[in-house]
């Protein structure tokens, strides 16, 4: 301690004598120095102090508190039996045509066996063995126990065989006939048993329970040591564990905890990092091998945890939703499961999300899962868009979605930009709504689940999912509208109730404007190939901290980490839901609809009228009506001539409006001077030469494009 402060370490014991006895000499340069460890053990925070800091373990497991954990768990038993008794009952008559047929050797066994006891022959080979030594008197001794011996079992089987057919003879003649039946089954089936071969059993097992390897101590220490890091290398080969355990290994789910901590600079990133070579030195397959840190802990503080099965493997529980049921979006509903096998909930409602991933690693699905949650709350207002233009988020957009488009043709960006502005106007319409509404109605500012349920105020959910949305970003010509319409809605869309979900399959900066991914609230980062990307998704630092998507393997799909809510990051397998499954989602959420009347737009054939903005071109037109002999205009005077060129459009635009219409294409208004009546007036106008010069850019941009 003394050397990492940078202290010197001082001989206690000579500085103490120096203190005490010299206090008039006190400026000898000894008692001068800075004594860093004190002379008895330093007094902690008492008994009190621990009391209050201290952590409790949960009297009752948390398993055994959630009912839905205890019901999942219940059904996987009961189903285990029911199949098993299924399986067998259906092999039954098999097993009864088998005992049957093995009946006569089995008698046979029987008779043979029975014989060869009443005669004991176990003891015959030393018997034999006494006349080999030609030991006369171990031999009588033999031969007279052995008399005795088979007169015993000669009464005894006879005995047997007179009760034995005493008993058939009675139960042929006066026992009913199934008793008939049952007991020559039963004997015919105790002889077939006897006459069972041992490398061929009749009953085969009905479910092969998988067998995992116990976790212990010395397989944990061997492992961290065959990771190559120093530290723990240089303890072990000094006799140390390096690790130490500050808990037993205990079962956890459907494996094995191990919890402890690594070597002073060691840190749970290190391990992280080395995951591969981990799970080899453990000797399981990869997707078995979670190391965590945790949260509030030091950064060495490593809680290791094994499963039994591959986490892409294991089966999973019956997704609730899948056959039955709604959602209510404010409420969390289960979305996937973490690596223990137990559900993992989100709530819908005042987030935005992003979900990235390198391709084919489940992007799609897991936004489609989203949307169907949602689709199931029959008041959600769904917009979906599909730039990939598979058809993959159709079984929403078919069936409930207001507003579905697939495909990046220019038309479906034009209809994306006219929905998107539609949902701006409607974010500050809400945004009013909810500043009008008294605070007992509304106490925190945001739509609620009773307030949503209010039809007049129009406060339902409203959710928008994107795939692919770096089409939307990078459109040369209205990127920059939907980025900042986009913003606005991550930034102020959750609280009036609108939801953002985005995906792209290229989480940069360009696919991902920074304004959009630093105000999410909820990420989802499937399998990603750098640190970059990794951070665009999950937040700034998240791969210093040891949240690495990278770490996934290529066949992790549809696992991802997911952050949402400021709570920690959690590894979820997110649930399965193929097309089929999702077909039949929608169509029960298109019915939940047409119940309480919910269905509109798309889902019911209605599309919006083209809306006459979306087809001109605002940059264009100024150059139309601002000869280059008008360098700077103000823009009073361009509002008025874009008036006359296109009424239907223009008419009504302030000069404020003008301004706002040129944000997105990057252009700002200047302060433009002009002489009125001798004196000169400063009012905001344009500079041509920045229209010109955004113009060609712009088609520069398409043209390399
Ligand atoms: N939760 C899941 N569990 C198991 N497999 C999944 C899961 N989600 C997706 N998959 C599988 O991964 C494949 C790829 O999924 P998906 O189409 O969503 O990928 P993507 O990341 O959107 O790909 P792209 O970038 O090409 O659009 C699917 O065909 C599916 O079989």
């Given at each position: 301690?003394?050397?990492?402060?940078?202290?010197?370490?001082?001989?206690?014991?000579?500085?103490?004598?120096?203190?005490?006895?010299?206090?008039?000499?006190?400026t000898r340069p000894e008692a001068a120095r800075l004594i860093v460890d004190q002379p008895t053990a330093?007094?902690?925070?008492?008994?009190?102090?621990?009391?209050?800091?201290?952590?409790?373990?949960?009297?009752?497991?948390?398993?055994?508190?959630?009912?839905?954990?205890?019901?999942?768990?219940?059904?996987?038993?009961?189903?285990?039996?029911?199949?098993?008794?299924?399986?067998?009952?259906?092999?039954?008559?098999?097993?009864?045509?088998?005992?049957?047929?093995?009946?006569?050797?089995?008698?046979?066994?029987?008779?043979?066996?029975?014989?060869?006891?009443?005669?004991?022959?176990?003891?015959?080979?030393?018997?034999?063995?006494?006349?080999?030594?030609?030991?006369?008197?171990?031999?009588?001794?033999?031969?007279?126990?052995?008399?005795?011996?088979?007169?015993?079992?000669?009464?005894?089987?006879?005995?047997?065989?007179?009760?034995?057919?005493?008993?058939?003879?009675?139960?042929?003649?006066?026992?009913?006939?199934?008793?008939?039946?049952?007991?020559?089954?039963?004997?015919?089936?105790?002889?077939?048993?006897?006459?069972?071969?041992?490398?061929?059993?009749?009953?085969?097992?009905?479910?092969?329970?998988?067998?995992?390897?116990?976790?212990?101590?010395?397989?944990?220490?061997?492992?961290?040591?065959?990771?190559?890091?120093?530290?723990?290398?240089?303890?072990?080969?000094?006799?140390?564990?390096?690790?130490?355990?500050?808990?037993?290994?205990?079962?956890?789910?459907?494996?094995?905890?191990?919890?402890?901590?690594?070597?002073?600079?060691?840190?749970?990133?290190?391990?992280?990092?080395?995951?591969?070579?981990?799970?080899?030195?453990?000797?399981?397959?990869?997707?078995?091998?979670?190391?965590?840190?945790?949260?509030n802990e030091h950064t060495g503080h490593l809680v290791l945890w094994v499963g039994d099965q591959d986490?892409?493997?294991?089966?999973?529980?019956?997704?609730?939703?899948?056959?039955?049921?709604?959602?209510?979006?404010?409420?969390?509903?289960?979305?996937?499961?973490?690596?223990?096998?137990?559900?993992?909930?989100?709530?819908?409602?005042?987030?935005?999300?992003?979900?990235?991933?390198?391709?084919?690693?489940?992007?799609?699905?897991?936004?489609?899962?989203?949307?169907?949650?949602?689709?199931?709350?029959?008041?959600?207002?769904?917009?979906?868009?599909?730039?990939?233009?598979?058809?993959?988020?159709?079984?929403?957009?078919?069936?409930?979605?207001?507003?579905?488009?697939?495909?990046?043709?220019?038309?479906?960006?034009?209809?994306?930009?006219?929905?998107?502005?539609?949902?701006?106007?409607?974010?500050?319409?809400?945004?009013?709504?909810?500043?009008?509404?008294?605070?007992?109605?509304?106490?925190?500012?945001?739509?609620?689940?009773?307030?949503?349920?209010?039809?007049?105020?129009?406060?339902?959910?409203?959710?928008?999912?994107?795939?692919?949305?770096?089409?939307?970003?990078?459109?040369?010509?209205?990127?920059?509208?939907?980025?900042?319409?986009?913003?606005?809605?991550?930034?102020?869309?959750?609280?009036?109730?609108?939801?953002?979900?985005?995906?792209?399959?290229?989480?940069?900066?360009?696919?991902?404007?920074?304004?959009?991914?630093?105000?999410?609230?909820?990420?989802?980062?499937?399998?990603?190939?750098?640190?970059?990307?990794?951070?665009?998704?999950?937040?700034?630092?998240?791969?210093?901290?040891?949240?690495?998507?990278?770490?996934?393997?290529?066949?992790?799909?549809?696992?991802?980490?997911?952050?949402?809510?400021?709570?920690?990051?959690?590894?979820?397998?997110?649930?399965?839901?193929?097309?089929?499954?999702?077909?039949?989602?929608?169509?029960?959420?298109?019915?939940?609809?047409?119940?309480?009347?919910?269905?509109?737009?798309?889902?019911?054939?209605?599309?919006?009228?083209?809306?006459?903005?979306?087809?001109?071109?605002?940059?264009?037109?100024?150059?139309?009506?601002?000869?280059?002999?008008?360098?700077?205009?103000?823009?009073?005077?361009?509002?008025?001539?874009?008036?006359?060129?296109?009424?239907?459009?223009?008419?009504?635009?302030?000069?404020?409006?003008?301004?706002?219409?040129?944000?997105?294409?990057?252009?700002?208004?200047?302060?433009?001077?002009?002489?009125?009546?001798?004196?000169?007036?400063?009012?905001?106008?344009?500079?041509?030469?920045?229209?010109?010069?955004?113009?060609?850019?712009?088609?520069?941009?398409?043209?390399?494009?």
């Open positions: 301690m003394a050397a990492d402060s940078g202290a010197d370490v001082v001989d206690l014991g000579k500085a103490r004598s120096a203190r005490d006895g010299s206090a008039g000499r006190s330093p007094a902690g925070p008492g008994y009190l102090g621990r009391l209050l800091a201290a952590k409790r373990r949960p009297v009752v497991p948390e398993w055994l508190k959630s009912t839905a954990e205890l019901k999942t768990a219940a059904g996987w038993v009961a189903r285990h039996y029911a199949h098993t008794a299924g399986y067998h009952a259906l092999r039954a008559p098999v097993y009864v045509a088998r005992l049957a047929l093995q009946a006569p050797s089995g008698t046979a066994q029987f008779v043979g066996g029975t014989m060869r006891w009443v005669a004991d022959k176990e003891g015959e080979p030393v018997r034999l063995a006494a006349v080999r030594r030609e030991d006369a008197a171990e031999y009588l001794k033999l031969s007279r126990l052995r008399d005795g011996r088979v007169r015993l079992r000669t009464l005894v089987a006879v005995l047997a065989l007179f009760i034995g057919l005493g008993a058939a003879l009675a139960i042929y003649v006066l026992a009913p006939d199934w008793l008939q039946v049952v007991s020559v089954g039963a004997v015919v089936m105790a002889l077939g048993y006897a006459g069972r071969r041992a490398d061929d059993p009749v009953i085969h097992r009905a479910v092969e329970l998988p067998k995992a390897t116990k976790l212990t101590s010395d397989i944990v220490l061997r492992a961290l040591g065959a990771l190559g890091i120093p530290a723990i290398n240089q303890a072990q080969t000094k006799g140390r564990d390096g690790f130490e355990f500050t808990a037993p290994i205990t079962r956890d789910g459907p494996g094995w905890r191990a919890e402890g901590n690594l070597p002073f600079g060691v840190t749970v990133t290190d391990i992280i990092e080395r995951r591969e070579r981990l799970a080899s030195g453990l000797r399981r397959p990869l997707g078995c091998v979670w190391p965590e840190a945790v949260p986490m892409s493997q294991a089966k999973k529980p019956t997704w609730p939703l899948l056959k039955s049921g709604g959602v209510d979006l404010f409420k969390p509903v289960a979305f996937g499961t973490d690596q223990r096998g137990r559900w993992v909930e989100i709530t819908l409602m005042y987030i935005a999300a992003v979900i990235g991933a390198i391709p084919r690693m489940g992007k799609t699905f897991l936004l489609r899962l989203l949307l169907l949650i949602a689709a199931l709350d029959p008041r959600a207002e769904l917009h979906t868009y599909d730039l990939k233009g598979t058809g993959d988020l159709d079984p929403v957009g078919n069936s409930v979605s207001h507003r579905h488009c697939a495909g990046d043709e220019e038309d479906d960006i034009e209809y994306a930009v006219r929905d998107m502005r539609a949902l701006r106007d409607e974010l500050r319409r809400r945004a009013k709504v909810i500043r009008s509404l008294p605070r007992d109605i509304c106490p925190e500012s945001k739509v609620t689940s009773a307030l949503a349920d209010k039809k007049n105020l129009g406060l339902h959910p409203i959710v928008v999912g994107v795939d692919e949305c770096q089409v939307w970003f990078e459109h040369e010509k209205y990127g920059k509208e939907l980025e900042e319409i986009c913003t606005d809605l991550v930034k102020r869309g959750p609280a009036t109730g609108i939801v953002l979900l985005l995906a792209t399959q290229r989480p940069d900066a360009k696919a991902l404007p920074t304004g959009i991914s630093a105000n999410a609230s909820a990420r989802f980062c499937l399998k990603v190939m750098g640190q970059l990307e990794n951070d665009m998704v999950l937040g700034t630092s998240a791969y210093k901290r040891g949240v690495r998507a990278t770490m996934f393997s290529w066949g992790d799909k549809g696992i991802h980490y997911f952050v949402g809510e400021g709570a920690d990051a959690r590894i979820v397998s997110s649930v399965y839901v193929d097309a089929p499954s999702a077909e039949s989602i929608g169509a029960r959420a298109r019915k939940l609809r047409e119940h309480v009347g919910t269905l509109s737009g798309h889902a019911l054939g209605e599309e919006p009228e083209p809306d006459e903005s979306s087809a001109y071109d605002l940059l264009r037109d100024i150059l139309a009506v601002v000869p280059a002999s008008e360098p700077k205009v103000w823009s009073e005077t361009v509002v008025a001539r874009l008036a006359e060129l296109r009424a239907e459009v223009y008419d009504g635009w302030e000069p404020e409006a003008l301004a706002a219409a040129l944000k997105p294409h990057g252009i700002s208004t200047i302060q433009v001077g002009r002489r009125v009546d001798g004196k000169v007036v400063n009012r905001r106008g344009i500079d041509r030469s920045h229209i010109t010069s955004a113009i060609a850019e712009r088609d520069g941009k398409r043209d390399a494009g």
